[in-house]
T-cell receptor, first 113, second 122 residues
Framework: DTVMTQSPESLAVSLGERATINCKSS????????????LAWYQQKPGQPPKLLIY???TRQSGVPDRFSGSGSGTDFTLTISSLQAEDVAVYYC?????????FGQGTKLEIK | QVQLQQRGAGLLKPSETLSLTCDVY????????WSWIRQPPGKGLEWIGE???????NYNPSLKSRVTISVDTPKYQFSLKLTSVTAADTAVYYC?????WGTGTNKYFDPWGQGNLVTVSS
């Protein structure tokens, strides 16, 4: 099974500043058939289901603000929020979908400093 | 816009069977994989399994011996059964649509149902 490890576990960033969350997989997520990485990012606010932000490592889901961006390839990935807004306070998860069982990182809690 | 509406019992005793159903509204059902995912209180997400409109399933090996996911395509619904529950199965259970559309089993999830808290307690 593919193990996903996020860092840091929690993060406090000032409003308007950049937030960076890392995700590392135990095996490469590069999908040879389309040369894309099978990695998604989700945002979860208290009492709500996760919301898809990014898929194929860097493709923003429709309606997601462009301050959210994803990067990386192979085994190392990053979610960046370019200018933190108050509504971005949440827990963020990465998910690999290269192979079943699909697996998630343990989550990164993002707060305002 | 596709919406997923979950229903099912929220309180179980140890050894009972968890049963949840997810109804799909506002979009196509066939051609997608439909998943169940759970989240213990205060913890992370665990994928349970998936099914497509024709009944083809994939399960997480960690739960496979106790899980059955079924589908009723004409009703646009799919269901989860988890047998012999224990306190470790206490969690919020979510249903979700797997993307992209198609037969491949490489899926990310959108949208998600509202979640059902299932508590196992004697």
């Amino acid at each position: 099974d593919t193990v996903m490890t996020q860092s840091p576990e929690s993060l406090a960033v000032s409003l308007g500043e950049r937030a960076t969350i890392n995700c590392k997989s135990s095996q490469s997520l590069l999908y040879s058939s389309n040369n894309k990485n099978s990695l998604a990012w989700y945002q979860q606010k208290p009492g709500q289901p996760p919301k898809l932000l990014i898929y194929w490592a860097s493709t923003r889901q429709s309606g997601v603000p462009d301050r959210f961006s994803g990067s990386g390839s192979g085994t190392d990935f990053t979610l960046t929020i370019s200018s933190l807004q108050a509504e971005d306070v949440a827990v963020y998860y990465c998910q690999q979908y290269y192979s079943t069982p699909y697996s998630f990182g343990q989550g990164t809690k993002l707060e305002i400093k | 816009q596709v919406q997923l509406q979950q229903r099912g019992a929220g309180l179980l005793k140890p050894s009972e069977t968890l049963s949840l159903t997810c109804d799909v509204y506002g979009g196509a059902f066939s051609g997608y994989y439909w998943s169940w995912i759970r989240q213990p209180p205060g913890k992370g997400l665990e994928w349970i399994g998936e099914i497509n409109h024709s009944g083809s399933t994939n399960y997480n090996p960690s739960l496979k011996s106790r899980v059955t996911i079924s589908v009723d395509t004409p009703k646009y619904q799919f269901s989860l059964k988890l047998t012999s529950v224990t306190a470790a199965d206490t969690a919020v259970y979510y249903c979700a649509r797997g993307l992209p559309w198609g037969t491949g089993t490489n899926k990310y999830f959108d949208p998600w149902g509202q979640g059902n808290l299932v508590t196992v307690s004697s």
